[in-house]
Nanobody
Framework: VQLQASGGGLVQAGGSLTLSCAASGNIATINAMNWYRQTPGNERELVAGIGSTGRTNYADAVKGRFTLSRYNAENTAYLEMQMNSLNPEDTAVYYC??????????????WGQGTLVTVSS
């Protein structure tokens, strides 16, 4: 399983960004796709996730501001997170995470490379 994340950048407070994650490889099934974030000195925290049924869950800090969407195209699973009304507390490195079954790795978590989101005040 390979993950490619993109979409981070610098934005002013109140602005919006969309993060994208593409999951590809020898994937048999995906159980969940998630976005985590991490700031210096802190543990990685779950921001939002979507399960195989399409059920979503959001951290309280982002409810009503962030929206997940998941779709498949050309043997690749995509997870997008629309982030609105960004504030400086959203500044972090964001990581895509997938829990999937592959014939080679069986059930396993895969992490993408982080993408930095910086929100200026």
């Amino acid at each position: 399983v390979q993950l490619q994340a993109s979409g981070g950048g610098l934005v002013q407070a109140g602005g919006s960004l969309t993060l994208s994650c593409a999951a590809s490889g020898n994937i048999a099934t995906i159980n969940a796709m998630n976005w985590y974030r991490q700031t210096p000195g802190n543990e990685r925290e779950l921001v939002a996730g979507i399960g195989s049924t399409g059920r979503t869950n959001y951290a309280d800090a982002v409810k009503g501001r962030f929206t997940l969407s998941r779709y498949n195209a050309e043997n690749t699973a995509y997870l997008e997170m629309q982030m609105n009304s960004l504030n400086p507390e959203d500044t972090a490195v964001y990581y895509c995470n997938v829990f999937a079954f592959s014939p080679t790795t069986r059930w396993a978590h895969t992490w993408g490379q982080g993408t930095l989101v910086t929100v200026s005040s």
